[in-house]
T-cell receptor, first 114, second 114 residues
Framework: EADIYQTPRYLVIGTGKKITLECSQT?????MYWYQQDPGMELHLIHY???????EKGDLSSESTVSRIRTEHFPLTLESARPSHTSQYLC?????????????FGSGTQLSVL | KNQVEQSPQSLIILEGKNCTLQ??????????LRWYKQDTGRGPVSLTI?????NTKSNGRYTATLDADTKQSSLHITASQLSDSASYIC?????????????FGRGTQLTVWP
């Protein structure tokens, strides 16, 4: 069981609100990621970080921003939520395990913007 | 274009029966192939990771096979249980020592009936 936590699990919010999705891990992993997943569709990488003060945009264009001030925390912020942001957001962290990099996911935040 | 295709899209089986899920990919270069189990409303959990030199890998009742020549993988579930009901996601990486670029399939939604 991975020690990576996301809050809230569910969020229903009105258009135009600013929201922050929290993600924290207690495994000391340097690398962290945010994925977006719609029902029945593949995961898309929207942000990643290789360590403190490192943030990069992923493959999918996103209006969200992230920060990495501490190793354990990787919050994602939407300055002005829109209905198009309705989706599941999955946070993950990874660590080298032999030749491979093992990826651990949180339980996700289901966001609904009305 | 690098892609990961999974079949079938959905599958219903009776408890105790076996089943096989398929994954075809065109990702190149190829580093490793992962199978994840994702329960509804949860994050994906790793089942197996296979590099190009591995043909088969087991994790309890789950057995994954890989044919790097034909770029095909399968996940076989033996003696299915109700708790196996989930989405099974095939993920291909183009690099091993770092996470590289991950290519996600859309998953096979498995339902196990009593």
């Amino acid at each position: 069981e991975a020690d990576i936590y996301q809050t809230p699990r569910y969020l229903v919010i009105g258009t135009g609100k600013k929201i922050t999705l929290e993600c924290s891990q207690t495994m000391g992993h340097d690398k962290m990621y945010w994925y977006q997943q719609d029902p029945g569709m593949e995961l898309h990488l929207i942000h990643y970080s290789y360590g403190v003060n490192s943030t990069e945009k992923g493959d999918l264009s996103s209006e969200s921003t992230v920060s990495r001030i501490r190793t354990e925390h990787f919050p994602l912020t939407l300055e002005s939520a829109r209905p198009s942001h309705t989706s599941q957001y999955l946070c993950a962290s990874s660590v080298r395990d032999g030749f491979n990099e093992k990826l651990f996911f949180g339980s996700g935040t289901q966001l609904s913007v009305l | 274009k690098n892609q990961v295709e999974q079949s079938p899209q959905s599958l219903i089986i009776l408890e105790g029966k076996n089943c096989t899920l398929q994954c075809n990919y065109t990702v190149s270069p190829f580093s490793n192939l992962r199978w994840y189990k994702q329960d509804t409303g949860r994050g994906p959990v790793s089942l197996t990771i296979m590099t190009f030199s591995e043909n088969t890998k087991s994790n309890g009742r789950y057995t994954a096979t890989l044919d790097a020549d034909t770029k095909q993988s399968s996940l076989h579930i033996t003696a299915s249980q109700l708790s196996d009901s989930a989405s099974y996601i095939c993920v291909v990486s183009d690099r091993g020592s770092t996470l590289g670029r991950l290519y996600f399939g859309r998953g096979t939604q498995l339902t196990v009936w009593p």
